[in-house]
């Protein structure tokens, strides 16, 4: 998710505006990485000698003496590499990752969590004894190697830097796009990314994209959306690459109005700007079913009269993680009613 431009990146896309007031100092939390005889931990990623580069999405070449393999990595791109195969020794989030869904059905235990709050890293840790590598994070658009998603300022990322390299890994295009980005990264790493598991995850996600390309012919519409006190979000699917990718498949979403980007948004007194057959709603703000009802306009509108209110899921960008959202995704095409 990306923030209008009224708003912080780090707050909307840090897990909502509730979760940045309550920001506190952090103290870590987690268990250290088991280690093997020569010091690294069990991360799924081979050693080799030899030159090692990438080049990320935001430009920047990174080059090493030998493969990475201890990988620290911010929230949901962490998620992804566990999916592909690869255990960091590291997690900083906006939260922590046992309370986030986008960890559903992945092993934490044993991984350290160096931040629990946006931007609070506990730099000790992740340099002085966890040592890592390389630290991954998502990218965005117009984002810039000293301003990069998952850290508090320039200074932190320049501290972080003077010892590891960081990647970031850009959310442009569609889903399948910046999978394929995660893709050839673990691949660099190390991951069979011909055959194995991650041959069967996109067999997989291949067969849901054409479930959902199917439960698209039902022809209903669609809009994600964030909530807050004053303001309602109306997500422009060409924006987000999970959206964009459903919109390929067919999924229908309005054209929203204005030139910036991501975001449309209403003041909720003009929550009726468009009905759509279901809302999709985000599960990062702190806003509930209940509250959305409060909101008279909103309440109006035939999806929330008919129940067709869905959640939003930031799911992380691999083939396990799309294709479980894209199934309910096609379960509610199928089933909502035509409403609009």
Same mark, same amino acid.
């Given at each position: 998710?990306?923030?209008?431009?009224?708003?912080?990146?780090?707050?909307?896309?840090?897990?909502? #505006?509730?979760?940045?007031?309550?920001?506190?100092?952090?103290?870590?939390?987690?268990?250290? &990485?088991?280690?093997?005889? $020569?010091?690294?931990?069990?991360?799924? =990623?081979?050693?080799?000698?030899?030159?090692?580069?990438?080049?990320?999405?935001?430009?920047?070449?990174? &080059?090493?003496?030998?493969?990475?393999?201890?990988?620290?990595?911010?929230?949901?791109?962490?998620? &992804?590499?566990?999916?592909?195969?690869?255990?960091?020794?590291?997690?900083?989030?906006?939260?922590?990752?046992?309370?986030?869904?986008?960890?559903?059905?992945?092993?934490?235990?044993?991984?350290?969590?160096?931040?629990?709050?946006?931007? $609070?890293?506990?730099?000790?840790?992740?340099?002085?004894?966890?040592?890592?590598?390389?630290?991954?994070?998502?990218?965005?658009?117009?984002?810039?190697?000293?301003?990069?998603?998952?850290?508090?300022?320039?200074?932190?990322?320049?501290?972080?830097?003077?010892?590891?390299?960081?990647?970031?890994? #850009?959310?442009?295009?569609?889903?399948?796009?910046?999978?394929?980005?995660?893709?050839?990264?673990?691949?660099? #790493?190390?991951?069979?990314?011909?055959?194995?598991?991650?041959?069967?995850?996109?067999?997989?996600? /291949?067969?849901?994209?054409?479930? #959902?390309? /199917?439960?698209?012919?039902?022809?209903?519409?669609?809009?994600?959306?964030?909530?807050?006190?004053?303001?309602?979000?109306?997500?422009?699917?060409?924006?987000?690459?999970?959206?964009?990718?459903?919109?390929?498949?067919?999924?229908?979403?309005?054209?929203?109005?204005?030139?910036?980007?991501?975001?449309?948004? =209403?003041?909720?007194?003009?929550?009726?700007?468009?009905?759509?057959?279901?809302?999709?709603?985000?599960?990062?703000?702190?806003?509930?079913?209940?509250?959305?009802?409060?909101?008279?306009?909103?309440?109006?509108?035939? &999806?929330?009269?008919?129940?067709?209110?869905?959640?939003?899921? =930031?799911?992380?960008?691999?083939?396990?993680?799309?294709?479980?959202?894209?199934?309910?995704?096609?379960?509610?095409?199928?089933?909502?009613?035509?409403?609009?």
């Amino acid at each position: 998710m990306r923030p209008a431009p009224a708003l912080s990146r780090r707050r909307l896309l840090g897990g909502g #505006l509730a979760a940045v007031a309550g920001l506190t100092a952090l103290t870590a939390c987690g268990g250290e &990485a088991e280690t093997n005889a $020569e010091g690294s931990a069990d991360t799924g =990623v081979a050693p080799e000698d030899g030159p090692w580069s990438f080049t990320d999405g935001i430009g920047q070449d990174i &080059a090493l003496d030998a493969r990475p393999t201890r990988i620290a990595a911010y929230g949901d791109q962490a998620a &992804a590499l566990m999916h592909f195969g690869i255990t960091p020794v590291a997690i900083f989030h906006y939260q922590d990752p046992a309370t986030d869904s986008t960890f559903d059905g992945l092993d934490l235990d044993g991984i350290p969590v160096v931040g629990t709050a946006y931007g $609070e890293i506990d730099l000790e840790q992740l340099l002085g004894e966890i040592r890592p590598d390389l630290v991954v994070t998502t990218s965005y658009r117009e984002e810039t190697p000293d301003t990069m998603y998952g850290f508090k300022d320039k200074t932190q990322i320049d501290t972080i830097r003077s010892q590891v390299p960081i990647a970031g890994i #850009l959310q442009d295009g569609t889903a399948l796009d910046v999978i394929r980005a995660n893709e050839e990264l673990v691949g660099l #790493l190390g991951v069979d990314v011909e055959g194995g598991k991650v041959a069967e995850d996109r067999a997989a996600f /291949e067969q849901v994209s054409d479930e #959902l390309r /199917e439960a698209a012919g039902t022809g209903l519409t669609a809009v994600a959306i964030y909530a807050e006190d004053a303001n309602l979000y109306y997500a422009k699917a060409p924006d987000d690459p999970a959206l964009a990718y459903y919109a390929e498949l067919g999924v229908q979403f309005p054209e929203f109005a204005g030139k910036d980007y991501y975001w449309e948004i =209403v003041s909720w007194e003009r929550a009726d700007t468009y009905s759509p057959d279901l809302f999709l709603y985000s599960e990062r703000d702190s806003y509930t079913l209940d509250q959305y009802a409060e909101q008279p306009t909103f309440a109006a509108l035939p &999806a929330p009269r008919a129940g067709q209110m869905h959640p939003w899921v =930031v799911s992380a960008m691999d083939y396990v993680s799309q294709a479980a959202y894209m199934r309910r995704l096609a379960e509610w095409l199928r089933e909502d009613d035509d409403v609009a």
